[in-house]
């Protein structure tokens, strides 16, 4: 297998690619493995077997995706603490 994970987020060995990317294009765009190699310029095999690292690890894929939605989500008011907050979905 060519996933890596030397930094905690595992990677496609050789490119720019993790496996999370690999799983988001795929279940979250519905992309199917050959659009999503198509998509992130890999070998149709490095997408199956990023694929099968995400289902064989999926506790730690699953919190590694929480972790970066988190981080990607803006905090709406820095200066407030608190731990949750509601959003005008309108």
């Known amino acids: 297998m060519t996933i890596v994970s030397h930094d905690e987020n595992p990677r496609i060995d050789e490119y720019d690619v993790t496996v999370i990317d690999v799983y ?3 279940a979250r765009d519905g992309l199917e493995p ?4 198509d998509e ?3 070998p149709l ?11 064989d690890h999926v506790d730690w894929m699953k919190r590694l995706v ?5 981080e990607e989500t803006p905090d ?3 200066d407030n603490d608190d731990l ?3 959003r005008d979905e309108s």
């Open 84 to 86: 949750f907050f509601s």
């Open 76 to 78: 709406p008011d820095p």
């Open 45 to 55: 095999a490095r997408v199956h077997e990023a694929l099968a690292f995400y289902y």
């Open 40 to 42: 992130l310029d890999v």
């Open 24 to 26: 988001r294009a795929h």
């Open 66 to 70: 929480n972790d970066r939605i988190v």
């Open 34 to 37: 050959a659009e999503v190699a």
